[in-house]
């Protein structure tokens, strides 16, 4: 359980006050409907929610510039929405959609997006993660002054792509944020049962590169750990944000939850990122209940909308098949 | 007396073979990711944790190269270790380890250190798991020296061969077809170790020969059941071992039926089933009526859209176009 107090939200601005609440609603209802989705067999394929872990991809983000970068795992939906690519394009991707962002060649777990430099959805275990020191090695020698920003699991980080790349990064000062979200658990494997160090931040230190733990289910620590670090990258070279957060529901759409007790879920639900926020924002007069239900309505309405969007959507006709398999376009 | 059939699933037989060599030979343990208190990923190993206690169904981390040499390092002195790797996609963080290290220790060391374990993992599409859960690299695997490369695609194979594999002396790498892990059916109870080589006739024909195994035996079975209805005769060949190849079956069935479809959810270039074709063309080029004819998966990473991932799998239907076509019976 994390100890650490709550960022006030007085002095916050309402607006964006208010647009933190919205984007973490949406990422939250977006999920909840794909369960729905799942269960009426029109998303197929493995389907791993972002619940209960909002605040992290939604407080990572109010710091990126649209020249910035991302690399996400294939837990991507919320990182998705709170870079700003469209419910549509993503419900279309996982109805199979021509429309869907990957085209629907890639599913749930391959969202890409050019237009918002989300370079996807990567589902091998740290296999996005040296894409991330190269595309801020890119922009490096390109003098883009841009950041990427890498998300991955604590899972990952058994990985030897991890530590190889964190390496390199250093060594090569290339602008990135590693951005840990630490949920306790790779599937069914506890954090203890897999790391010799589980203190995340220590572990990283030994590449010399500045690592810090923040409460991932504080949308405002994450924000404000962010800012620091796009200055911190911008002006020196990588550092590595472990963000303490919990899955609330099932490691992909089913799993029988062997590995964890429901007492223990249950006590980090009361952590829920979007009711202590929501609780902060009623006490700093930030937040009214009315403005709350039109948010809510107002999300509802951008999911059915996109949920409509993916249904009239059309196939690939399959003479396709063997398309984007190499470039059509010479460059 | 009629011998007792017991019915079980291709899952149910990979776990029973791991079973009853734990219980046998207390130098065999199993180690991999989730295989423990998850139950594994795919829910093979369910259960064994309770019964053989942490040491022997061992959790590991995400670390496929780690764990994988770790296998190696102790079958050399001594034990007999079952590592699984959850899909093949996946094994390719350990091929380093299994091409430079499991296949060739023997051969280096001028006969001194063998490596007797056993690599099992999942392979294959259907589920609309897209590009990076669903590709069939087994006939890549069986390029190798120096390992055995075993591809049960019966419920009684999937036992037998997972049996002898524990026994054997040197490396084997076990395929289980994730697609088949729910197929049922009933298997002698007595019926124990199958050999590691050799072909089987699965069902005798004389107007052509389907040359298959794994998770497209049942898809070959069913095409040769379509085909009987038109009054063609198909025999079933099931490869069983992809290295080494049952070169004598393969020629046989040649010689017998005088026609020949491969059917192989691997690509086709640089393949199994090129080299099947090849080995037909040196040994049995004169017995053939027809060319020899392909049926794989289109050469294309697997897509999640649902018609476009079954438009690039090898199909019943595309199985008996194909034979029609090669016994000039098509439109
Ligand atoms: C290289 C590799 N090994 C195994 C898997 C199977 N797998 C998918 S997700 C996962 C757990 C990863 O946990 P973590 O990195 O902590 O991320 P989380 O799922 O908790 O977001 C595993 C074992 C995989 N996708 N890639």
């Known amino acids: 359980m994390i100890t650490t107090p709550l960022v006030p939200a007085t002095g916050l601005d309402r607006e964006h006050a208010h647009h933190l609440m919205r984007q973490m609603l949406l990422v939250r209802r977006f999920e909840e409907k794909c369960v729905e989705l799942y269960s009426a067999t029109k998303i197929r394929g493995f389907l791993h929610l972002y619940i209960g872990q909002e605040a992290v991809a939604v407080g990572v983000m109010q710091s990126l510039l649209p020249r910035d970068s991302i690399v996400a795992t294939y837990r991507e939906h919320g990182h998705a929405l709170a870079r700003g690519m469209s419910a549509r394009s993503i419900m279309a991707e996982m109805f199979g959609k021509l429309e869907g962002c990957s085209r629907g060649r890639g599913g749930s777990m391959h969202l890409f997006d050019a237009e918002t430099n989300f370079y996807g959805g990567n589902a091998i275990v740290g296999g996005g993660i040296p894409l991330a020191g190269g595309i801020a090695m890119a922009d490096r020698m390109l003098n883009r002054d841009a950041v990427t920003a890498c998300f991955f699991g604590e899972g990952a980080m058994a990985e030897g792509e991890f530590h190889e790349t964190m390496n390199l990064a250093e060594l090569w000062r290339l602008p990135v944020i590693f951005c840990c979200e630490n949920n306790m658990y790779a599937m069914g494997t506890a954090l203890w049962r897999s790391e010799s160090e589980t203190n995340l931040a220590v572990k990283t230190a030994a590449y010399e590169m500045p690592s810090w733990s923040v409460n991932g289910m504080d949308v405002l620590a994450v924000e404000d750990a962010v800012r620091r670090a796009m200055t911190l990258v911008r002006s020196n070279g990588p550092c590595f944000i472990e963000f303490q957060t919990y899955r609330f529901r099932a490691h992909s759409m089913y799993d029988p939850e062997l590995y964890r007790e429901k007492a223990e879920v249950e006590e980090w639900k009361e952590q829920c990122p979007i009711d202590t926020f929501r609780t902060r924002l009623y006490e700093a007069d930030l937040l009214t209940d009315d403005e709350l239900q039109a948010m809510e309505q107002s999300v509802a309405e951008e999911i059915e909308d996109s949920i409509a969007f993916a249904e009239a959507g059309t196939l690939e006709p399959v003479e396709e098949l063997e398309r984007f398999v190499y470039s059509e376009k010479q460059s | ?331």
Request: glycine share 10%; net charge negative.
């Open chain 2, 1 to 331: 007396m009629g011998t007792e059939m017991i019915k079980m699933t291709y899952r149910d037989a990979c776990r029973e073979a791991m079973r009853d060599a734990m219980h046998r030979d207390s130098r065999v343990f199993l180690m991999g990711e989730d295989v423990g208190m998850y139950g594994g990923c795919f829910a093979v190993s369910r259960g064994l944790l309770d019964e053989f206690g942490p040491e022997r169904i061992r959790d590991t981390p995400l670390s496929e190269g780690g764990f994988v040499g770790i296998g190696i390092g102790a079958a050399m002195n001594g034990m007999r270790p079952i590592v699984e790797i959850m899909t093949v996609n996946f094994s390719l963080l350990a091929l380093d380890q299994i091409l430079n290290n499991a296949a060739t220790l023997m051969h280096m060391s001028g006969g001194q250190f063998n490596v007797p374990v056993v690599i099992r993992m999942a392979t294959g599409g259907g589920r609309q798991l897209a590009a990076q859960h669903s590709h069939s690299l087994e006939g890549w695997y069986a390029h190798i020296p120096g390992i055995k490369i075993v591809a049960p695609g019966t419920i009684e194979d999937a036992r037998g061969m997972l049996l002898s594999a524990i026994e054997d002396p040197d490396p084997v790498l076990v395929f289980e077809a994730t697609a088949l892990y729910n197929m049922e059916g009933e298997i002698p109870a007595d019926s124990g170790a199958v050999p590691l080589e050799g072909a089987r006739v699965l069902r005798e024909g004389e107007d052509i020969s389907l040359v298959s195994y794994g998770s497209s035996i049942p898809k070959t079975l069913e095409a040769a059941a379509a085909l009987e209805a038109d009054g063609i005769d198909a025999e079933v060949l099931d490869l069983r071992s992809l290295r080494p190849l049952d070169n004598d079956a393969i020629l046989d069935t040649v010689r017998k039926t005088h026609r020949v479809v491969i059917v192989d959810e691997g690509w086709k270039s640089g393949s199994l089933s090129a080299e099947i074709t090849a080995r037909i063309v040196e040994g049995a080029f004169y017995e053939l009526d027809a060319p020899v004819a392909r049926v794989c998966t289109a050469e294309v990473p697997i897509p999640y859209a649902r018609h476009l991932e079954e438009a690039a799998l090898p199909s019943v239907e595309r199985i008996v176009s194909t034979v029609r076509e090669a016994l000039g019976t098509n439109g």
